[in-house]
T-cell receptor, first 113, second 114 residues
Framework: AQSVSQHNHHVILSEAASLELGCNYSYGGTVNLFWYVQYPGQHLQLLLKYFSGDPLVKGIKGFEAEFIKSKFSFNLRKPSVQWSDTAEYFCAVKGQAGTALIFGKGTTLSVSS | NAGVTQTPKFQVLKTGQSMTLQCAQDMNHNSMYWYRQDPGMGLRLIYYSASEGTTDKGEVPNGYNVSRLNKREFSLRLESAAPSQTSVYFC?????????????FGPGTRLTVL
């Protein structure tokens, strides 16, 4: 069965610090990969996605993620976080033959100004 | 476009009561989904509908039923609510086929069962 692991449950950073959130998945076939963000009290919004091609994908608000197939990883990065990045971040995977997303348990990011 | 809409936004039920959560999308998407979100658990799939007229169980279907009323609407029903169903419920939709494989989420329904 597919599964997604997010290694960090809660990350606390100061503004301007660099961010990397880990995501590993288990699935033997071709996958589509996603990072969603949920700001406090809001619904999930798509940050970025990877379907194929360049394994380094850029999303909104300066976020990027790198797909490393050999490591089954899709880590999220941002060079310099802002207070407004405080949110919960979810990694998700979908097998190309499947229809539903499998989510990780989420990482809460707290950024202090 | 409103995207994915959900009603109600908040609901409090007593154990044993029933209710239906409504979801509608105006993006002409084929697939629709119901997830529940619990602290530390991420989002877990309850039911999904790959196309109008079909529904399938997800990871946590017990205690729920769904109806794909038409292409736009996908409702989730709790026949006899239990405290374990206290959660935030999200509906999502996706267009099957084509390049965009993204799921779009509604604003959620926060349900408390006393």
């Amino acid at each position: 069965a597919q599964s997604v692991s997010q290694h960090n449950h809660h990350v606390i950073l100061s503004e301007a610090a660099s961010l990397e959130l880990g995501c590993n998945y288990s699935y033997g076939g071709t996958v589509n990969l996603f990072w969603y963000v949920q700001y406090p009290g809001q619904h999930l919004q798509l940050l970025l996605k990877y379907f194929s091609g360049d394994p380094l994908v850029k999303g909104i608000k300066g976020f990027e993620a790198e797909f490393i197939k050999s490591k089954f990883s899709f880590n999220l990065r941002k060079p310099s976080v802002q207070w407004s990045d405080t949110a919960e971040y979810f990694c998700a995977v979908k097998g190309q033959a499947g229809t539903a997303l499998i989510f990780g348990k989420g990482t809460t990011l707290s950024v202090s100004s | 476009n409103a995207g994915v809409t959900q009603t109600p936004k908040f609901q409090v039920l007593k154990t044993g009561q029933s209710m239906t959560l409504q979801c509608a999308q105006d993006m002409n998407h084929n697939s629709m989904y119901w997830y529940r979100q619990d602290p530390g658990m991420g989002l877990r799939l309850i039911y999904y509908s790959a196309s109008e007229g079909t529904t399938d169980k997800g990871e946590v279907p017990n205690g729920y039923n769904v109806s794909r009323l038409n292409k736009r609407e996908f409702s989730l029903r709790l026949e006899s609510a239990a405290p374990s169903q206290t959660s935030v419920y999200f509906c999502a939709s996706r267009r099957t086929g084509g390049a965009d494989d993204t799921q779009y989420f509604g604003p959620g329904t926060r349900l408390t069962v006393l």
